[in-house]
């Protein structure tokens, strides 16, 4: 079945690094997602990585995929505090519409 | 901005009413996915139309129906509303109907009173 598991919150202080991890079931999985929540906004993509990929940079968000464990990491670089936000991963297996994770609350200290 | 609109922003409602809650996909975009988010559930995929036609059901309650016009916008009713269906409600688009990137709107905020 289907079920992606995110860990609920992480605090990191400005100018360090948040990794935010991500764990699915499905290994037909063909797409994984990162989006951006801000409070009372809607979901706003941050980047993809396709299943055949390993690594995918985009500036300041690197994203990591094991497939051979399911694990999905965002990793951002030079945190700041406009990136405080919740960041749920999605999984898309292409037979019908996205799967969520819970999503995890990044607090960023100033 | 995503190019996914969504109306009303906010809408506010007493028990056993029924409202209906619009989405007009990014130009070019053939499908249109519902998902609901509430605090207990979370982001959940509800019902999805491609070209005017339903492609997925997810959790969609029978209370819930769903419609996508010629001009591929689509309306979300949900009648004999209860407390418990107080949630934001996005609507996402995307070009094809399956693993392609969704584009979300803003939302509707919806709360029974």
């Known amino acids: 079945g289907e079920d992606v598991e995110q860990s609920l919150f992480l605090s990191v202080r400005e100018g360090d690094s948040s990794v935010i991890n991500c764990t699915y079931t499905?290994?037909?999985?063909?797409?994984l997602y990162w989006y951006k929540q801000e409070p009372g906004a809607g979901l706003q993509l941050l980047t993809y990585?396709?299943?055949?990929?390993d690594m995918k940079q985009d500036q300041r968000l690197t994203v990591l995929l094991n497939k051979k464990d399911k694990h999905l990491s965002l990793r951002i670089a030079d945190t700041q505090t406009g990136d405080s936000a919740i960041y749920f991963c999605?999984?898309?297996?292409?037979?019908?519409?996205?799967?969520f994770g819970s999503g995890t609350r990044l607090q960023v200290q100033p | 901005d995503s190019g996914v609109t969504q109306t009303p922003k906010h809408l506010i409602t007493a028990t056993g009413q029924r409202v209906t809650l619009r989405c007009s996909p990014r130009s070019g975009d053939l499908s249109v996915y519902w998902y609901q988010q509430s605090l207990d559930q979370g982001l959940q995929f509800l019902i999805q139309y491609y070209n005017g036609e339903e492609r997925a059901k997810g959790n969609i309650l029978e209370r819930f129906s769903a419609q996508q016009f010629p001009d591929l916008h689509s309306e979300l009713n949900l009648s004999s509303l209860e407390l418990g269906d107080s949630a934001l409600y996005f609507c996402a688009s995307s070009v094809v109907r399956g693993g392609d990137t969704q584009y979300f709107g803003p939302g509707t905020r919806l709360t029974v009173l």
């Open positions: 999605a999984e898309d297996t292409g037979r019908r519409a996205l799967t």
């Open positions: 990585i396709f299943s055949n990929m």
């Open positions: 499905d290994s037909s999985s063909t797409y």
